[in-house]
């Protein structure tokens, strides 16, 4: 049975940093695109980060460029976003989402094939 469990969210102040982890079972990262999506009240899914399959090539948001970092242990079968400099603007729901695919990411979300359920991160002063 496939499974995407996310965690690590939480509640930071400005400035501070999360580790958000995405836990895969049922199914190998090694042919997946792994992304993280975000989502915040009243608006769209968007995603944030995502490392491909092929090449470990990675896609970032302009707003977090220099300050998010996508990594992924094959060993665990999981997927990191690493968050520092947090603003509040990124306050969300953020989701792991998996694509099978040789092909480079793609931020559409209907792409992908499987989705965690999120993890809350809320950045507040």
């Known amino acids: 049975q496939v499974h995407l469990a996310e965690s690590g969210g939480g509640l930071v102040r400005p400035g501070g940093s999360l580790r958000l982890s995405c836990a895969a079972s049922g199914f190998s990262l090694d042919s997946y695109n792994m992304a993280w999506f975000r989502q915040a009240p009243g608006k769209e899914r968007e995603l944030v980060s995502c490392?491909?399959?092929?090449?470990?090539?990675?896609y970032y948001l302009d707003s977090a460029k220099g300050r998010f970092t996508i990594s992924r242990e094959k060993a665990k079968n999981t997927v990191y976003l690493q968050m520092n400099s947090l603003k509040p603007e990124d306050t969300a729901v953020y989701y792991c989402a998996a694509e099978e695919t040789n092909y480079h990411c793609t931020p559409y979300s209907f792409r992908y094939d499987y989705w965690g359920h999120g993890t809350q991160v809320t950045v507040f002063s």
């Open positions: 490392i491909a399959s092929s090449d470990s090539s990675t």
